[in-house]
């Protein structure tokens, strides 16, 4: 989750298993996806970026392999023997490469969606996160609820109605420009709007989210809440 989880994303071999679970819930605490999300995210089929990176979404095994966000799914009871059997490799070089896919493909399984997965939506998520603004997304998942009231989608409203507005706003301005930047571009601009946020040049939100849901835990932050009743 979160800076871990991003930091994996720029490995040549990302494994899961039954047991994963991925998500960047930065926004929630008035942060934003970062350590490149804005590259690996915006490279994911249509707006599913946008979606993981605006409503801190939770992603299975199986969610992750399907997007790209994983290479290999292994079953969990097979992680061992497979570590052995790379252990067995030797020392790893560049000219390794081929030997080590070979071996962890050895172990990998193929993987089956789930029946409700957003994945398997992404019409809908298209549909919706393809706006331009996090206003103009919040009103698209408003109005598909009405005519589907999917779990996920009032998942996705309750999200980004709780998160900062600000950092929402940050991270959505970040994953489309960074469509067409390279990693080092899209690290240079994250760090550069992450030293104004630790800063307070653009708000509070960072340091009362982190007050509100990792230390005092109240969960009521007191800063962000223009989405709170209705549509701005």
Same mark, same amino acid.
């Given at each position: 989750?979160?800076?871990?989880?991003?930091? @994996?994303?720029?490995?040549?071999?990302?494994?899961?298993?039954?047991?994963?679970?991925?998500?960047?819930?930065?926004? @929630?605490?008035?942060?934003?996806? $970062?350590?490149?999300?804005?590259?690996?995210?915006?490279?994911?089929?249509?707006?599913?970026?946008?979606?993981?990176?605006?409503?801190?979404? /939770?992603?299975?095994?199986?969610?992750?392999?399907?997007?790209?966000?994983?290479?290999?799914?292994?079953?969990?009871?097979?992680?061992?023997?497979?570590?052995?059997?790379?252990?067995?490799?030797?020392?790893?070089?560049?000219?390794?490469?081929?030997?080590?896919?070979?071996?962890?493909?050895?172990?990998?399984?193929?993987?089956?969606?789930?029946?409700? @997965?957003?994945?398997?939506?992404?019409?809908?998520?298209?549909?919706?996160?393809?706006?331009?603004?996090?206003?103009?997304?919040?009103?698209?998942?408003?109005?598909?609820?009405?005519?589907?009231? $999917?779990?996920?989608?009032? $998942?996705?409203?309750?999200?980004?109605?709780?998160?900062?507005?600000?950092?929402?706003?940050?991270?959505?301005?970040?994953?489309?420009?960074?469509? @067409?930047?390279?990693?080092?571009?899209?690290?240079?601009?994250?760090?550069?709007?992450?030293?104004?946020?630790?800063?307070?040049?653009?708000?509070? $939100?960072?340091?009362?989210?982190?007050?509100?849901?990792?230390?005092?835990?109240?969960?009521?932050?007191?800063? /962000?809440?223009?989405?709170?009743?209705?549509?701005?």
């Amino acid at each position: 989750m979160g800076g871990g989880a991003g930091l @994996s994303m720029h490995t040549p071999f990302r494994i899961v298993t039954e047991n994963t679970i991925f998500s960047m819930p930065e926004a @929630s605490f008035g942060g934003f996806p $970062d350590c490149g999300a804005s590259h690996f995210l915006s490279r994911l089929p249509g707006f599913f970026g946008e979606y993981i990176g605006l409503t801190g979404a /939770y992603l299975d095994g199986t969610e992750m392999l399907a997007c790209g966000l994983a290479t290999h799914f292994v079953l969990s009871k097979d992680v061992g023997l497979m570590e052995e059997a790379l252990a067995e490799l030797g020392e790893w070089g560049l000219g390794e490469m081929a030997n080590i896919s070979k071996t962890i493909n050895e172990f990998a399984h193929k993987t089956h969606l789930k029946k409700d @997965s957003p994945y398997g939506r992404l019409e809908v998520i298209e549909k919706c996160f393809s706006a331009e603004t996090v206003e103009e997304i919040l009103y698209a998942l408003e109005k598909s609820v009405r005519e589907n009231e $999917d779990k996920w989608i009032i $998942d996705a409203i309750k999200s980004m109605r709780s998160f900062s507005p600000t950092s929402l706003k940050i991270f959505l301005r970040l994953i489309r420009e960074g469509r @067409s930047r390279s990693i080092e571009k899209c690290l240079v601009s994250e760090f550069r709007v992450f030293c104004h946020v630790v800063r307070r040049a653009i708000g509070n $939100d960072l340091f009362e989210g982190v007050r509100a849901l990792l230390f005092e835990k109240d969960r009521k932050p007191q800063i /962000y809440s223009v989405f709170a009743n209705g549509r701005n």
